[in-house]
T-cell receptor
Framework: SQTIHQWPATLVQPVGSPLSLECTVE??????LYWYRQAAGRGLQLLFYSVGIGQISSEVPQNLSASRPQDRQFILSSKKLLLSDSGFYLCAWSGGGRGGNTIYFGEGSWLTVV | SQQGEEDPQALSIQEGENATMNCSYKTSINNLQWYRQNSGRGLVHLILIRSNEREKHSGRLRVTLDTSKKSSSLLITASRAADTASYFCATGYSGSARQLTFGSGTQLTVLP
């Protein structure tokens, strides 16, 4: 069966520090991968998605970036965090292709920028 | 925006009652899905209904889809305290590599 792992679960970082959140998927190949952000009590905002190694699409211009160095690894990074980057970050995967595949989520990473 | 919108934003009911949440969207879809999120956790897929389907059941869940009105409803029957969570609808569009667009969710509280 497929599993998705995301870490760290909780992170407190000072303003201006770098960020690296990592996500790996097991039990499938060529997945689509996603990073979402969720502000407290709000809906999901899609940040990045990837349909293959090295292929990253950005949905929201900001100081975050994403990379996919391996088929089942997705990394969210920032060189300098802002207070507004605080939130709940969710990694997710779906089958390849287009048009409304079910998305499977990790357990999320809480980021607090202080 | 293609984003679905849930209604109500928050719902509080007694255990044993039925809970109904609605979702509206703006453009033609491939399918509509409902997800559940417990506080501080990831989202979990509940049910998918295709654009050519009108109703679907899964255990205590019943989903309807009215493509003429561009709306869907999620009914949870005989609710339990453990059903307390946020519920999101998500719409899938043909040819979209983004797969799904999520609504802002309904916070359901089931009181024991």
């Amino acid at each position: 069966s497929q599993t998705i792992h995301q870490w760290p679960a909780t992170l407190v970082q000072p303003v201006g520090s770098p960020l690296s959140l990592e996500c790996t998927v097991e039990g499938t190949s060529n997945p689509n991968l996603y990073w979402y952000r969720q502000a407290a009590g709000r809906g999901l905002q899609l940040l990045f998605y990837s349909v293959g190694i090295g292929q990253i699409s950005s949905e929201v211009p900001q100081n975050l970036s994403a990379s996919r160095p391996q088929d089942r690894q997705f990394i969210l990074s920032s060189k300098k965090l802002l207070l507004s980057d605080s939130g709940f970050y969710l990694c997710a995967w779906s089958g390849g292709g287009r048009g409304g595949n079910t998305i499977y989520f990790g357990e999320g990473s809480w980021l607090t920028v202080v | 925006s293609q984003q679905g919108e849930e209604d109500p934003q928050a719902l509080s009911i007694q255990e044993g009652e039925n809970a109904t949440m609605n979702c509206s969207y703006k453009t033609s879809i491939n399918n509509l899905q409902w997800y559940r999120q417990n506080s501080g956790r990831g989202l979990v897929h509940l049910i998918l209904i295709r654009s050519n389907e009108r109703e679907k059941h899964s255990g205590r869940l019943r989903v309807t889809l009215d493509t003429s009105k561009k709306s869907s409803s999620l009914l949870i029957t005989a609710s339990r305290a453990a059903d307390t969570a946020s519920y999101f609808c998500a719409t899938g569009y043909s040819g979209s590599a983004r797969q799904l667009t999520f609504g802002s969710g309904t916070q359901l509280t089931v009181l024991p």
